[in-house]
């Protein structure tokens, strides 16, 4: 154990936050403050100019300027001088891949302390910039000390950390509960009377396989409705699929959910649904939403993901093969339409969230992380 107070800083993605990745990243700068462990947050701004914001005694986000966004990477030279200015204030770097912005930052930087590289995806859908890219990726894991990954299965398969395992450690994303505002689900649940309520929340993107989910309607009978939270490129064509296949009172786009509005339909659910059918769903933290709601949940089997391991089949729900709209709605009835199995899977479901998956484990569990010395 180290005897004098750790400076840590999180490195990498964007501000303000809008994604998995930089949340966690946030996450882990706040939580660990609150502990009084010094932690700044070093990022990309979406808009604007350098600038520091404060967070509290032990704790400030570091925002570098941005030219441009190209292949999905903020483009901030900003971000190297900035680094390279500061990198000696640090005991460790906490470096949240995949970002090469972030990892040429820290190529550049001169550092030479502790690096640990959080691991939360592979690079899958740029494969022109992960050409490009990869000869850092390698750089950095060899510079790594330790590597997290959001789930053992995706530590374990992997197919860029197979050469690293010995220094491979798992730290599930944890979360704050959601907080049940029961006006809003009431609200809800009076919108749809009568109905069994199936939930799903994310962008209307391919990897999503939103579109299995509304042929899995077809399988469903009318005290049945299907809830697809979000926004993006698909929404016209995901409700033209809902037109034509004559689903339009079983199945609504309910568009962008505000925060304030979203523990409405948590709470108000029957059962949620994540219906991705690619690897590009590493983990899928509306699940452990939904489990902290006491939510049963339908996930699918990705080779290679974490979304099966974290929604445990037969305790916290169960996962079915990806693409198979059947099995997603015979799941959904096997689930809401026994009363006993219900409550195991719903009790399940809660436990497993706070066994796992809770904001306070994974900080109490990133701190020993930083602790531990070889």
Known sequence: MKNKPLKILQLGKFYPIRGGIEKVAYDLTVGLSEQHTDCDMMCAAIQGGNKIIPINEHARIICCHTWMKAAATMISPAMVFMLRKMQRQYDIIHVHHPDPMACLALFLSGYKGRVILHWHSDILKQQFLLKLYKPLQQWLIRRADLIIGTSPVYLAESPFLQKVQEKTVCLPIGIAPVKQDLKKTEEIRERYRGKKIVFSLGRLVPYKGYRYLINA????????????????????????????????????????????????????????????????????????????????VIATNIPHSGVAWVNAHGISGLNVNPEDAHRLAEAIKAVTEDEAAYKRYSEGAASRYRELFTKEKMISKCLNIYCYEK
């Open 217 to 296: 309607a077809k399988y469903l009978d009318e005290s049945y409705v299907i809830l697809i939270g979000g926004t993006g490129p698909l929404k016209d064509d995901l409700q033209k699929e809902i037109e034509e296949q004559n689903l339009s009172e079983k199945v609504f786009l309910a568009g962008r959910i505000s925060d304030e509005e979203l523990s409405g339909y948590y709470g108000a659910c029957d059962v949620f649904c994540l219906s991705s059918i690619q690897k590009t769903e590493a983990f899928g933290i509306v699940q452990i939403e939904a489990m902290s709601c006491g939510k049963p």
